[in-house]
Every structure is written in C-alpha cells, then in structure tokens.
C-alpha cells in the first residue's frame, strides 16, 4: 500500500519562505513523477511544481523563479521563498507514473498541509 505523508505548512509572512516535505511509503516503480499541488480559497486545485526520476521539472508559471523541487529517494521537498498573499492554501504532494509505466495512471495523494501567507 503506498501511503504520501506531507507536512512544513503553518503561517509565514509575506516576503519569507517555506519548505514542505513529503515522504512516500511503499514500493513503487523507480520511474514516477512526484510533485506538489495546491487548492486555494475558492480555487480548483492546480500543480505548482513536478520532477520525474532523472531530473526532469516542471513549474507553475505562477511561482517560477522563485520555487525550487527537490527529491531524494522517497521524499519529495518544496521551497518556495518571496511567498505571497496569493500563495495561501492546502498544498498536496503527489505521486504520479508517465505513460508506459506498469503503475500508469495511478495518482496518490498525500493529506495536505495548509499554509497560510499574511501580508
């Protein structure tokens, strides 16, 4: 059973940083594509940021430049520095398998982590 823990948020200051770590439980095929999602007020949820075994990332164009994703084993890190008003909401990590693989389409879901930017 493959089971997504995340966590990091709290409340942060506009202008400063946060780091959000998820940690992945289980066996799952070494190619995968772990990333992080967010849901704002109001909003449907969107992906902020990927990266696929090898390297490959891709980000928001919301939060380019100023975000960086990181993974290490079965963990997967976000940091997102000058964070915004607009950046407020529960942040959900995510597991995904590309095309091909044996576990495609399968998508996991972690429990989510709110975080909360107060100008």
């Known amino acids: 059973q493959v089971q997504l823990v995340d966590s990091g948020g709290g409340s942060v200051q506009a202008g400063g940083s946060l780091r959000l770590s998820c940690a992945i439980y289980?066996?799952?095929?070494?190619?995968?594509?772990m990333g992080w999602y967010r849901q704002g007020p109001g909003k449907q949820r969107e992906m902020v940021a990927s990266?696929?075994?090898?390297?490959r990332i891709s980000y928001a164009d919301s939060v380019k430049g100023r975000t960086f994703i990181s993974r290490d084993n079965a963990k997967v890190y976000l940091q997102m520095d000058t964070v915004k008003p607009e950046d407020t909401a529960v942040y959900y990590c995510n597991l995904q398998f590309p095309p091909g693989s044996i576990w495609y389409p399968r998508n996991y879901w972690g429990q989510g982590t709110p975080v909360t930017v107060s100008s």
């Open positions: 990266i696929r075994t090898g390297g």
């Open positions: 289980g066996s799952i095929p070494s190619d995968n594509i």
